[in-house]
């Protein structure tokens, strides 16, 4: 069965630093690219980035220069480290991959950029 399993959200000030962690099971995990999609409140959900199997990056423009995805294929862990936090950046955060040939998801983490 594949899972994916966010952690790492939090509640943190504008400025501050998260570093949010994605652990997958049931796959072959270095086979795959994976992506980070985050959802606000009433908003669509909005793709974050996405990391290939050659470790190639892409970012969406609203946070290129902030946020950082790598993965470490020996955990079978996803991760994004957020830096430079805008209040805009809350939302629910997933990891998500085309695996098997359907798509997947976990639960999500929540992260809320608050003074």
């Known amino acids: 069965e594949v899972e994916l399993v966010e952690s790492g959200g939090g509640l943190v000030q504008p400025g501050g630093s998260l570093n949010l962690s994605c652990e997958a099971s049931?796959?072959?995990?270095?086979?795959?690219?994976l992506s980070w999609f985050r959802q606000s409140p009433g908003k669509e959900l909005e793709w974050v980035s996405t990391?290939?199997?050659?470790?190639?990056?892409s970012y969406a423009t609203s946070v290129k220069g902030r946020f950082t995805i790598s993965r470490d294929n020996a955990k079978n862990t996803l991760y994004l480290q957020l830096n430079n936090l805008k209040i805009e950046d809350t939302a629910m955060y997933y990891c998500s991959g085309m695996i098997y040939g359907r798509g997947a998801r976990g639960q999500g983490t929540q992260v809320t950029v608050s003074s």
């Open positions: 990391i290939g199997t050659g470790d190639t990056t």
């Open positions: 049931g796959f072959v995990f270095s086979r795959y690219p």
